[in-house]
T-cell receptor, first 113, second 113 residues
């Protein structure tokens, strides 16, 4: 079955880069996603990458996908205190129009001023 | 404003007392899902719906029911809640099965005593 793993906690200083890592087991993933959850809020889709891509950049966010190692990472440049949140990686797979999404356990990012 | 609205946000109930958590979206999305979030387990899908009157089980459907009589609403029903259903519940909607534009509700924190 699908399994998505993340480290539980990451602490960085404001202004530094953060790198959040994720590993997944299913090689038939179609999309891989990064979600952000702020305290008391729902999940917000930050970015996603199609499985045939290696990299995607969106302003301060860079997603790297190593399909051979089944490793996904999210780099946040110039990390700000507003980036403090739980970050979930997720993968989707399926056919027939619906992509079933499996989430990781989440990484809590703490940004120290 | 595009949004997914869940009610109630907080609920404490007793074992065996039927309850319904409502979910409504104003974006005319076809796909809707329910997830539960538990510490150390990330989000797990309970049920999903691909359109009106089309629903299917997710990874942890036991003890839950759903219905999709209208496109905008996707209520989650607990016929006989038990303490192991104490959790944080999220509803999500998406215009496509790829979930690349998924929107999440604010969450419902349910405690069953």
């Amino acid at each position: 079955g699908e399994d998505v793993e993340q480290s539980l906690f990451l602490s960085v200083r404001e202004g530094d880069s953060s790198v959040i890592n994720c590993t997944y087991t299913d090689s038939s993933s179609t999309y891989l996603y990064w979600y952000k959850q702020e305290p008391g809020a729902g999940l917000q889709l930050l970015t996603y990458i199609f499985s045939n891509m290696d990299m995607k950049q969106d302003q301060r966010l860079t997603v790297l996908l190593n399909k051979k190692d089944k490793h996904l990472s999210l780099r946040i440049a110039d990390t700000q205190t507003g980036d403090s949140a739980i970050y979930f990686c997720a993968e989707s797979m399926g056919s027939g129009g619906y992509q079933k999404v499996t989430f990781g356990t989440g990484t809590k990012l703490q940004v120290i001023p | 404003e595009a949004q997914v609205t869940q009610n109630p946000r907080y609920l404490i109930t007793v074992t065996g007392k039927k309850l319904t958590v409502t979910c409504s979206q104003n974006m005319n999305h076809e796909y809707m899902s329910w997830y539960r979030q538990d510490p150390g387990l990330g989000l797990r899908q309970i049920y999903y719906s691909m359109n009106v009157e089309v629903t299917d089980k997710g990874d942890v459907p036991e003890g839950y029911k759903v219905s999709r009589k209208e496109k905008r609403n996707f209520p989650l029903i607990l016929e006989s809640p038990s303490p192991n259903q104490t959790s944080l519940y999220f509803c999500a909607s998406s215009p496509s099965g790829s979930n690349t534009e998924a929107f999440f509700g604010q969450g419902t924190r349910l405690t069953v005593v």
